[in-house]
């Protein structure tokens, strides 16, 4: 298996937008020390539930503070942002860290964000398939050129040069989406929203869009995000996590504003952290090793990254990166005991 952490930096109540995003960036240097394979940040905006607004710059930092750890977007948002100069950015992450860049890349939602950067609904709602083709062509041709419906522009250099592509994954929360990354050969990214049968149903969608496309879907791996927090026992894990994160998930959840007038039913921040522990590995290391063995198993998905800041504390962030390096991981990487 791999396994890697995820990272939404987001603000606490009580903190202030640096602390956050220390605590993300001394993250990942202790997820390199505890021998994570990788580290992923998400990008949002206007909003405190993660106050990262460009994932690409953060993983430029932190490749810069490490030397072994593979940083990931978790994801760059396609929607507001053009992907040639996406392209620019990745391929020049990828030249300077030797390929310790990986990008994660989604729709995004109908949010505000739209119209902020004036891409507008029509990208998010039409936009992302031509935007992804071209994003694919710009990090593996050496010139590019457009003549689409929301990209027309003419022939460019790439510079810098692409190389071999660096790996992209592709953000999945619908069906029609799974079905174009099945198309393209490009591994799903499933967030920590769902639980392992709905993930193995997006597993067995991608499947079959593959087989339909004339693809393997063999040796793709996809990602899996979960919540983990590691304590003594599960009780003492699940009633840490219950004290921090429904202040963080009231206010940052908020922040998700529609561009129109459409309608957003609100998450209940109690309910949705109850329902959140209930599918991860929340617990002792026991508790931690048999859920993530049993994920496994059920979807099939074998790369693992691991919401570490549910408790929105340096302290226990920390605490938990160095548990599962020394008690966790090892046992599911068939190296040692579960302490």
Request: proline share 6%; net charge negative.
């Amino acid at each position: 298996m791999r396994f890697g952490i995820f990272l939404l930096a987001g603000r606490f109540p009580g903190q202030d937008d640096a602390e956050a995003l220390l605590r993300a960036a001394e993250a990942v240097r202790a997820a390199e020390v505890a021998g994570f394979d990788d580290a992923w940040i998400a990008e949002h905006h206007f909003m405190s539930y993660g106050v990262c607004p460009s994932a690409v710059t953060f993983a430029a930092h932190a490749l810069g503070a490490t030397s072994r750890i593979t940083l990931g977007t978790a994801v760059s948002v396609l929607s507001t942002t053009h992907p040639l100069a996406l392209a620019e950015q990745v391929t020049l992450l990828d030249r300077l860290s030797g390929g310790r860049f990986h990008l994660g890349v989604g729709r995004g939602g109908p949010w505000v964000d739209l119209e902020v950067f004036g891409t507008g609904l029509g990208r998010y709602e039409h936009g992302f398939e031509e935007g992804l083709d071209l994003l694919l062509r710009a990090l593996t041709e050496e010139r590019v050129s457009a003549a689409g419906e929301h990209f027309a522009f003419r022939e460019v250099p790439m510079v810098p040069r692409p190389g071999g592509r660096p790996p992209v994954t592709i953000a999945c929360t619908s069906r029609p989406t799974v079905e174009l990354a099945a198309a393209r050969g490009l591994p799903m990214l499933l967030g920590m929203h769902i639980g392992d049968d709905e993930k193995a149903g997006l597993v067995a969608c991608y499947e079959k869009a593959a087989a339909d496309a004339g693809r393997d879907p063999a040796g793709v791996r996809h990602v899996s995000a979960m919540l983990c927090h590691v304590a003594d026992d599960r009780a003492r894990a699940e009633r840490e996590l219950k004290e921090a994160m429904p202040g963080w998930l009231a206010e940052g959840l908020a922040g998700y504003v529609p561009v129109d007038d459409r309608p957003r039913a609100p998450r209940d921040p109690d309910a949705y952290t109850d329902l959140l522990c209930s599918l991860h590995p929340v617990g002792s290391p026991a508790d931690c090793v048999a859920r993530l063995r049993a994920s496994a198993e059920r979807t099939g998905i074998e790369h693992v990254i691991l919401m570490v800041e549910g408790c929105g504390s340096r302290e226990r962030t920390l605490g938990t990166i160095a548990r599962l390096g020394t008690e966790v991981l090892p046992a599911l990487r068939g190296s040692g005991p579960v302490a």
